[in-house]
């Protein structure tokens, strides 16, 4: 259903030149990062204010326009795409930094700010913020998503992180959630359960986040292992000895030759860990060589540290483009990525699974992940346009979430649900589905927040 | 309204004696461990299973009887007080530990289960469960009133360390949140929406608990200070610095006495810090230098260390006593005992202010708390009965309130709302309090569930 003319007329008076119905500004926001298609929106709104907010979504409500928040558009499960149509409403312009409360540990900020942003703000306060799922998102879409990454841990998800919001829902009303205390008993958990709701509850327009003190040293490292199971057994001992881990990260062979070509290293195409340790001077030397005493147990070999910032620098923006770096190898190809995480004694046999798998299906799927969490991808290259390649794509993704639940793992570990993870959410959630379903009718009775996605269809 | 006669006859052929309508039952399950009272409930069960929990759930519902979780009583805001009538739900009969992997360091239990318990049966796993209220609570209370305590400051609240739970609704359906893997973003977060609903979305049946390392080294101390702002002050840069405290707790002269009198000690009538590190034989000396270091800046003299188990434990019973040895200092008395968590820079000032409001009035009323959260509490001791009394109590708790709130802080760190911090819902929450009653009618329709409590009034 298109949108109503009134409605767009009093759109465009309430937004003037911030309100678009040109079909570029509509590809722009009906694009997906990876498998995932759908048309474009009817319009796109960059909203500046929690009231311009509030006044989209009286008047969408009244209307029964949908809106979807988008903030960089780098989901991979296509939770911004506008499946049933409406305005998408782009947060880029609420990018502020609000208040540093350095002594609190805690900023507010507005949702369009991306993380790369924050931290740049943060640099003279000695304080960062930690959450690092990769691509440079927005913190509002981070949270919608409950985003994680390679941080999460020592420094958990953005379940972790965020302590309050500010909230538009959809009849308009603005709520704002949890408040700047360290912790409270006072009701409901909305901020967490707003945290991970992907646009289907309200439209975050405010956040306040924990910070966290810059370590006084940084030590990383990577270093090879003769088989995947060397590698993916050494996290889980790592992690049951209790050694801070900041970051540790597996990388398979098939990925370390994707790396090396994309990012032109020599690294032995053999499996990977790379690891970083966070702390004083005294504590990451004594952390490191706990790990390398267990790192030579499993096979570990050719210890590579980075000394510098500069090489240590290297070696994540290696990591964080390992997304472009995998579908590069196999150049016009599309990725559907798979995010399972299951408790850490089944991640070795979870994740040689998923390799067996797709070495029998003949599929190229590199496999990395934060291992520490128990949480890996493969992202299985599929053509676009190719049906066979996608129906053996999401044959492989189902196998691999169905294990994870067969072990009370689940089928996301931070990527979320949106429209590509839906179809599993009754085996992971059974009644708990329904009840996500009775929630979101309760709060959004026209069903005008992002439609379509996480919850079942209504009726 | 009584239950009806058809009611209770067929939860006695369901249950058998585990039902009960005698007085002293019913008395046994109306009283509260502070100032609240309310008429007892109408009946007394102790389900033994989940399905049992479900079948009393579907025919309370089907007649509109009010159902009352129940564990061990001590909550302090009136939480599990029949005050519509109906039948309470001991679980103390579900106190089974379910499964114990040590692995991936967690359990499964039942919700009748104390901490005391569970540490116990986890004794020689190397592993604990760190939340300590203080009580021994059960771990179903527990999570229903997202309680936290002493370690909090370290290990996390109820909110950090639930990571699974089996809820019984409304209507008797079986619904099960959360997995066994580390962090999910498959939905909503129902868990955490669980997590601190204080029985009126659902009742507990299961829980998933995180569970951690038993540390290598464990080191108590006490300091005492000359001010109350010294030690308090000493908190908040000790929290800044990042030294990871396992435990810092205040205590003011007033508790100190009240220590000194009940548990036959002899500290100086002075404020005080009650500090604990965990890690190894060298982080622990380590942090203990650093700590020293700050104490001293402030005025802190005297640490007396607790050097062996038994002493550390003479020290921490002596401060889970805390509420015993204050109610001692007026024999007779109850108390209300106030909740507030402030953002760490507004510690200082919210604790300075509690003291002089309590002392202008002429009100005994120690304070102490898990000042590492920014979390305080008063016992105003109020005789029986005594109406002007409890009216300054109220007073003095409703300032100390509003000046939470008025620093971005909580009526409720840990204590919860029951039926003591209703009436501040609205000011703390104001439209989220709103949607927090819309949560409970979606889930809750016909208000059987705790009715009285937590969300506003229907209608």
């Known amino acids: ?9 009093e759109l465009q008076s309430l937004l003037g030149a911030r309100l678009s119905v040109t079909q570029v500004d509509r590809d722009q926001h009906g694009a997906s990062e990876s498998y995932h298609s759908a048309p474009p929106p009817d319009a796109v709104a960059w909203p500046e204010t929690t009231e311009e907010v509030s006044a989209i979504l009286r008047l969408c409500n009244a209307h029964l326009v949908p809106v979807i928040g988008w903030g960089t558009g780098t989901s991979l499960e296509g939770h911004a795409l506008a499946v049933k149509g409406g305005i998408t409403l782009d947060m880029s312009r609420m990018n502020k930094v609000l208040e540093i409360r350095a002594e609190d540990m805690q900023v507010s900020i507005q949702p369009g700010l991306t993380r790369e942003e924050l931290n740049t703000e943060l640099r003279a306060t000695g304080l960062f913020f930690p959450v690092d799922p990769g691509a440079n998102a927005s913190l509002g879409g981070m949270a919608a998503t409950r985003a994680s990454g390679t941080t999460a841990v020592r420094y958990g998800t953005m379940r972790d992180n965020v302590l309050a919001l500010e909230v538009v829902l959809a009849d308009g009303r603005v709520m704002r959630t949890g408040t700047r ?11 967490a359960l707003m945290v991970g709701s992907e646009g289907t509850l309200g439209i975050i327009t405010e956040l306040t986040l924990r910070l966290h003190g810059q370590p006084e040293k940084i030590a990383a490292a990577v270093c090879a292992f003769p088989t995947l199971e060397g590698a993916v057994d050494c996290v889980t001992a790592t992690i049951q000895s209790g050694i801070p881990m900041a970051r540790i990260e597996f990388i398979d062979e098939v990925s370390v030759r994707a790396f090396n070509s994309y990012a ?9 860990l790379l690891i970083e340790f966070n702390g004083s001077e005294a504590s990451v030397a004594a952390d490191a060589e706990s790990f390398g005493a267990l790192a030579e147990e499993f096979g570990g070999q050719g210890f590579q540290w980075a000394a510098t910032p ?20 196999r150049p016009g190809s599309t990725a559907m990525v798979t995010d399972i995480c299951v408790p850490m004694s089944k991640l070795a046999e979870a994740v040689a699974a998923a390799h067996e798998d797709i070495a029998a299906d003949g599929m190229v799927g590199p496999i990395l992940g934060h291992v520490g969490d128990g949480n890996f991808h493969s992202a299985l290259l599929v053509e676009p346009g190719n049906e066979d390649e996608l129906k053996r794509a999401k044959a492989l993704a189902r196998r691999m979430a169905e294990r994870a639940l067969a072990v009370g793992g689940t089928i996301s570990g931070e990527h979320g649900v949106g429209i590509g993870k ?3 959410m009754a085996e992971e959630h059974g009644e708990a589905w329904a009840v996500m379903g009775v929630i979101k009718a309760a709060l959004d009775p026209n069903n005008i927040l992002n439609p379509g996605k996480l919850v079942p269809d209504r009726g």
């Open 181 to 191: 205390a360290a912790k409270s008993s006072a009701g409901y958990d909305l901020t």
């Open 1 to 9: 259903m298109p949108i109503p003319d009134s409605v767009l007329a």
């Open 310 to 329: 500069e090489e240590r620098n290297a070696l994540w923006k290696m990591r964080h483009q390992a997304y472009p770096a995998q579908l590069s190898v």
């Open 264 to 272: 032109k290293r020599d690294f032995p195409e053999q499996p990977h």
């Open 422 to 424: 839906r179809a599993l």
